[in-house]
Nanobody
């Protein structure tokens, strides 16, 4: 099983980024996927969840209305579209899978929101 996060970068406040998470080694379309983030000096926090079929999503209050999680089963990829970014969104973002009793994390992708 492998989970790889990409798409981070430096963006100005109010800007947008799209993160991608490519997963392999398991039946991708059968599993819920989540995004998490860890800001400097803080614990890793949950950001968003997408159900296995992509029909249900959920968001942390801090990102609701600004971030959108989605998935493309043909590409084994989960996306996090981030709009109206704020300096408080600065963090390393991680994709997470819980599979066969074990948690798999991507390597993380850095997002910096700064002018």
């Amino acid at each position: 099983v492998q989970v790889v996060d990409t798409g981070g970068g430096l963006v100005q406040p109010g800007g947008s980024l799209r993160l991608s998470c490519v997963a392999s080694g398991f039946a991708f379309s059968s599993y819920t996927m989540t995004w998490w983030r860890q800001a400097p000096g803080k614990e890793r926090d949950w950001v968003a969840t997408v159900s296995s079929a992509g029909s249900n999503t959920d968001y942390a209050d801090s990102v609701k209305g600004r971030f959108t999680i989605s998935r493309d089963s043909a590409k084994n990829t989960v996306y996090l579209q981030m709009n109206s970014l704020e300096p408080e969104d600065t963090a390393v973002y991680y994709c997470r899978l819980f599979y066969m009793g074990r948690t798999y994390w991507g390597q993380g992708t850095q997002v910096i929101v700064s002018s």
